[in-house]
């Protein structure tokens, strides 16, 4: 049994992004309903507007999902302008600290039964500090880091194509259907997949409730070595 979930988007264009139409939501959207996940997105211009998206996804009530329905993980996706210290929401700058501190209240505030998944779409997304954070707040709070954290790799400088972005994603929506999460090996084939088709490099981290921490994968393979 593959894994199904609904997916949060919350993306910050740019105003040039915004005027020239350019946001992965649009085409996430119709390819997650398509295979079957439930999708919704918003778009936030600022820390108070990210905030308060949020605020509003704590607000489900887990007695009015379907039975069959409330395992299904719940995954934040992240998509914005960034570089190593942080990503950028509307004209301010919001750190990995920040973000950080941000996804641990959600966790700890809201009572979605299935496993929280968080997804960052950016540039320097590669460099994030989100994990070290969770690490620590995790060691001084009782709560439960993110069960993954999936990032845009990007190139040598950090830079994330947008089209690649767009198609990176969908490849991993698509194929994080027929797999079930538990099973690191399955996530680890739909990271080589992704990048075996050129559309750039998504990296995970994996939290280890064992050990207390995250561990990372991230595919080294190419074409060549893979035939």
Known sequence: ??????????ESPSALDAFEE????????????????HFTA???RSKVEFETALEYLT?????HIPKNQRKWPLCLHFAAHGDEFGLSLGA????????????SSFIKDNDYPGPVLVVISACGAGQQQITKE??????????EPPAYLFVTQGDEKGEVHWRDAVVAWSIFYHNIGRAVL??????????????LTGAGTLKYFRWDEQHRK???YIPRCDEYEHS
């Open 134 to 143: 969770l690490i620590n707040l995790a060691a001084r709070q009782e709560f």
């Open 42 to 44: 918003t778009i936030v």
């Open 22 to 37: 350019r946001n992965e939501s649009a085409t996430l959207s119709a390819l997650c309903k398509l295979l079957g996940h």
């Open 214 to 216: 995250f561990k990372q």
């Open 182 to 195: 538990e099973r690191k090996h399955e996530i680890m084939t739909i990271m080589d997949k992704i990048r």
């Open 1 to 10: 049994m593959g894994t199904y979930m609904r997916v949060f988007s919350v």
């Open 59 to 63: 607000s489900i009530n887990p007695d």
């Open 92 to 103: 301010e700058d919001a750190t990995w600290k920040y973000l950080a501190k941000k996804i």
